[in-house]
Nanobody, 129 residues
Framework: QVQLVESGGGSVQAGGSLKLSCTTS????????KGWFRQAPGKEREGVAA???????SYADSVKGRFTISQDNAKNTLYLQVDSLKPEDSAMYYC???????????????????????WGQGTQVTVSS
């Protein structure tokens, strides 16, 4: 059974930073892309960052230059460093492990679709002004 467990969320002031982690276990394929998406109340899911097994990354325009995705395959852990946080970044953040091979660019847009990726339970990020 596949499990993805996120941690590292919290409440910070605007301009602050957090480092989100996601530990994966079970039958995920380490060759496939992984990523992070978020969902705020009343809004649609938004892919924010994705990384392919070759290290290629892709980011949503809204987070470019502020968020950095990375992974440590030896630890089965995915990270999202979030800097220069804004109140509009407040959301539940989820990690995703794609179930099919695809580039980081495609993973960014498809990871929020049911059935395309395994999802974790999420970690809350709240940014106050």
């Amino acid at each position: 059974q596949v499990q993805l467990v996120e941690s590292g969320g919290g409440s910070v002031q605007a301009g602050g930073s957090l480092k989100l982690s996601c530990t994966t276990s079970g039958n995920t394929d380490s060759r496939y892309s992984k990523g992070w998406f978020r969902q705020a109340p009343g809004k649609e899911r938004e892919g924010v960052a994705a990384i392919a097994n070759d290290g290629t990354t892709s980011y949503a325009d809204s987070v470019k230059g502020r968020f950095t995705i990375s992974q440590d395959n030896a630890k089965n852990t995915l990270y999202l460093q979030v800097d220069s946080l804004k109140p509009e970044d407040s959301a539940m953040y989820y990690c995703a492990a794609l179930r099919f091979p695809m580039t980081a660019i495609r993973a960014l847009s498809l990871m929020t679709k049911p059935g395309i990726a395994y999802w974790g339970q999420g970690t809350q990020v709240t940014v106050s002004s």
